[in-house]
């Protein structure tokens, strides 16, 4: 697959669904990275289930909030084994997959199959 530039979120749209922006320059650069990835996955995710889409225009605001979502959750697992790393043990917990799901369904992608 070429590669392609995607602009469907912003550096700034991912801050907002995080509620702050990150102060360090390491994070400032990996949270620029994730925003650039998340992109791409939407994007190419989206056109192996068929959709034809304008890499410079999303789609819509289910693609959008997806997308975001992607970003930030790529953003939290920074030095993280599994999951987000939090000072709460049991109190916000959401499984990975949920969150994946939720994402597929932003993006109208169906679910994977198995066998």
């Known amino acids: 697959m070429p590669a392609v530039d995607v602009a469907w979120i912003t550096y700034d749209d991912v801050v907002g669904a995080l509620g702050q922006a990150p102060s360090a320059s ?9 925003v650039a990835a998340a992109n791409v996955a939407a994007f190419e995710t989206r056109l192996e289930a068929g959709y ?6 999303v789609p819509d605001a289910g693609v959008k909030v997806g997308t975001v979502q992607y970003a930030v959750a790529w953003y939290r697992s920074r030095g993280s084994a599994e999951g987000y790393g939090s000072f709460d043990e049991f109190g916000n917990f959401t499984p990975a997959g949920a969150t994946w799901a ?8 169906p679910r994977m199959g198995f066998g």
Do not use: S
């Open 26 to 34: 390491a994070d400032v650069e990996w949270l620029g990275d994730c």
């Open 52 to 57: 034809v889409d304008d890499p410079l225009v």
């Open 102 to 109: 939720m994402i597929r369904k932003a993006w109208r992608v």
